[in-house]
């Protein structure tokens, strides 16, 4: 179940709505350790993307239909998994963020998946959403 992050309100006022599941292309993917990132809790990963919504009908992404650019800044990263062999911007079918500070979980507010291909994963203590 996705839910809404800081910034979020942004994207909506653009896009027309929030909703995770819109990311379709990932164009830049920057992983920073905790020893550069100043964390001390953890790594940070910062996704520049494209959303499209995918509430019409017709396939989905198209260049038919605006998109729009997003980066997206995730910090106290843990247990990132990411997994493509793309060359170029990656195809996400199935991004989520989800709020999982009910499992109480150490430092981790948020789980961030790919829950259609698997191509990424980690939990997060903090999400923000910098640029629309």
């Not at 350790?33 to 992404?61: F, H, K, N």
């Not at 195809?91 to 989800?98: L, P």
Request: charged share 30%; glycine share 10%.
């Amino acid at each position: 179940m996705s839910c809404n992050i800081e910034g979020s309100e942004t994207i909506a006022a653009v896009v027309g709505r929030w909703d995770p599941s819109d990311l379709c292309l990932i164009e830049r993917f920057e992983f920073v350790g905790s020893s550069e990132s100043g964390d001390c809790y953890g790594s940070a990963v910062q996704i520049t993307g494209l959303l499209q919504r995918r509430d019409t009908a017709g396939p989905w992404p198209t260049k038919d239909r605006p998109m729009h650019r997003v980066r997206i800044r995730f910090t106290g990263v843990r247990a990132l998994v990411l997994r493509t062999s793309d060359v170029g911007p990656i195809q996400i079918m199935g991004f989520d963020i989800a709020k999982v500070s009910d499992r109480q979980l150490e430092d981790v507010r948020f789980q961030v998946d790919d829950y259609e291909d698997g191509k990424l994963s980690f939990g997060c203590r903090d999400a923000v959403v910098e640029i629309v």
